[in-house]
């Protein structure tokens, strides 16, 4: 069973910064796939970005590029989400997922989440 849990959200002014954490915890989570997504007021939820625990290595979904970076300290068992210039439309609750296999992620279908953290961007 793997357990996640963000924190890191909050309201911040367009053109900041704000760095999401994952604390990840279980007995094999060091060999899955992590993930975040975002859900804005009245939308689906939407993949951000991925991580291969073991190797670091990275996916991102297109409209985020340049902007956000996934990363992940193994001392901490914990991923992180980097958001860069923020705007408005970054504005969504953010959560962290986790699976073995990065089709599920990256398809919206991991087999575990996070509850979730809100992150507003005002103008």
């Known amino acids: 069973q793997v357990q996640l849990v963000e924190s890191g959200g909050g309201l911040v002014q367009a053109g900041g910064s704000l760095r999401l954490s994952c604390a990840a915890s279980?007995?094999?989570?060091?060999?899955?796939?992590m993930g975040w997504f975002r859900q804005a007021p009245g939308k689906g939820r939407q993949f951000v970005a991925v991580i291969r625990w073991s190797s670091g290595s990275t996916v991102y979904a297109d409209s985020v590029k340049g902007r956000f970076t996934i990363s992940r300290d193994n001392a901490r068992n914990t991923v992180y989400l980097q958001i860069d210039s923020l705007n408005p439309e970054d504005t969504a609750v953010y959560y962290c997922?986790?699976?073995?296999?990065?089709?599920?992620?990256?398809?919206?279908?991991?087999?575990?989440w996070g509850q979730g953290t809100q992150v507003t961007v005002s103008s």
């Open positions: 997922a986790a699976d073995p296999a990065l089709g599920t992620v990256v398809r919206g279908t991991p087999g575990y």
């Open positions: 279980g007995p094999t989570f060091s060999s899955y796939y």
